[in-house]
């Protein structure tokens, strides 16, 4: 709760969990669950947002991950499912990868989910460099998830701020909410962004890492130093760099570059976040509070680097958000009514109910999951729900689960499955 001009506003919850890693064409390391937070964890982690920059695309590799689960996806399916995380979307353009997880009982309310990617590498012409994002409404509120990977080198931050405002540019979203990523009321751009530490020579770069000393570098970030003249990153914050910078390390080890080009370290990999500018509150009590609603607060817990990974000459960065809405939307548009217990393939029906003015389509189908499901596509079976002319007055709708696609050991489910509706 929170007091707002003599009034309670109940604020709800959602905490996001969001992974920024190069990793270098590597395949995924044999363990990630510190990089999870799930050997820590408390259980009350909403979403796992993952961005990943090079991963190996190579021809033979790419026409692999096609035809199967990349590598990097199905680790991390793997390790999130049993939690009861499933993977809401994802978006793949050459080394760029986004993948967005959410708890299983969320996915009613994630809703409008859509992904865009953007080439910026020879001009626009190769997806080497870019961003890839994904969009959707939590609970009523619109986020966007942003992954770039940034042109390199030194003398290329105007390059950078250039490829990222054309990025913002080229990414439109259909609907009439939030076409643009700047329009959603909250917004999360990581990646490994590619900014430099200026004018200092490496020893003294490396000398203030010795020492912890990590302030004194802060100041010549190339990021933070655009913060104060770049009109589009306007709003865009940051919390503070903390941790080591994060590139450029020989493969593994923890030891920064020793080959022949010794590239001064530098933090090219980031999360920031920004919040969409809303109109000030009025004077009056009501307008306030109106005002109030349209909001979002965010609250950062952590930023932190993982030294223990070294399969990259990148090193991990994550961080754990709480985004607090002064309202929340948790009315379902299906609901869903099944037996707790089937025991013969009489019971094997779910009824469903929809909103008012739910627009049905011909491709609306119930599944049945196992509980630990990882995607969508993961079902033991599924059956149409098609809309007969007899239905249009009815509140109440009901589907025979009992259908060609479920093998007779299924048509009772076990108590680890459940009914899900979907629509294509």
């Known amino acids: 709760m929170s007091i707002y001009e003599g009034y309670y506003i109940t604020l709800y919850a959602n905490r996001v969990h969001i992974i920024t890693w190069n990793v270098g064409s590597a395949t995924p390391p044999d363990d990630i669950t510190a990089l999870l937070g799930l050997n820590v964890g408390d259980g009350n982690t909403d979403m796992y947002i993952i961005g990943l ?44 990868l986004l993948l967005v997880f959410a708890k299983y009982f969320h996915l009613p309310f994630l809703r409008g989910v859509q992904t865009e990617t953007t080439r910026t590498g020879l001009g626009g012409y190769w997806g080497n460099k870019g961003g890839v994002s994904a969009r959707m409404s939590v609970f009523g509120h619109t986020i966007c998830f942003l992954n770039c990977h940034l042109p390199a080198h030194m003398e290329n931050s105007d390059q950078r701020m250039e490829d990222f405002e054309s990025i913002l540019q080229q990414q439109q979203f259909e609907g009439q909410a939030a076409t643009g990523v700047l329009d959603h009321d909250v917004v999360f751009w990581f990646g490994d962004l590619n900014f430099r530490i200026d004018d200092l020579e490496m020893q003294v770069v490396k000398s203030a890492i010795d020492n912890n000393k990590l302030s004194t570098l802060w100041e010549k970030d190339q990021l933070n130093m655009a913060k104060d003249s770049e009109t589009v990153l306007e709003g865009f914050q940051e919390g503070p760099l903390k941790f080591p910078p994060t590139y450029k390390f020989d493969v593994g080890t923890d030891t920064y570059d020793t080959s022949g080009k010794k590239r001064k370290p530098a933090w090219t990999d980031r999360i920031l976040w920004r919040l969409r500018a809303t109109a000030p509150a009025s004077t009056g009590k009501r307008g306030s509070i109106s005002g109030l609603t349209s909001g979002t607060k965010v609250t950062q817990h952590f930023y932190r680097s993982h030294m223990e990974y070294t399969v990259s000459d990148h090193k991990p960065v994550s961080s754990i958000f709480t985004l607090q809405f002064p309202y929340k939307v948790d009315v379902p548009l299906v609901t869903l009514i099944v037996e707790d217990e089937w025991n013969s393939v009489a019971d094997a029906i779910a ?22 499901f990882k995607h969508h596509k993961d079902y033991v079976g599924y059956v149409w729900a098609k809309q007969e002319e007899a239905d249009y007055h009815r509140q109440e709708h009901q589907v025979i689960l009992m259908h060609a696609e479920f093998s007779v050991e299924h048509c009772c489910p076990h108590e680890d499955e459940v009914p899900l509706s979907q629509s294509t």
Do not use: A
């Open 351 to 372: 009824k469903f109910r929809l909103v008012p003015n739910y627009s049905r389509s011909s491709w609306d189908w119930i599944g049945l999951y196992k509980v630990g």
């Open 53 to 96: 920059q090079e991963v190996n695309s190579m021809i033979n590799k790419r026409l692999k991950d096609v035809l199967f689960t990349d590598q990097w996806s199905e680790v991390c399916m793997e390790r999130l499912s049993p939690f009861g995380y499933v993977l809401v979307t994802s978006q793949r353009m050459q080394g760029l």
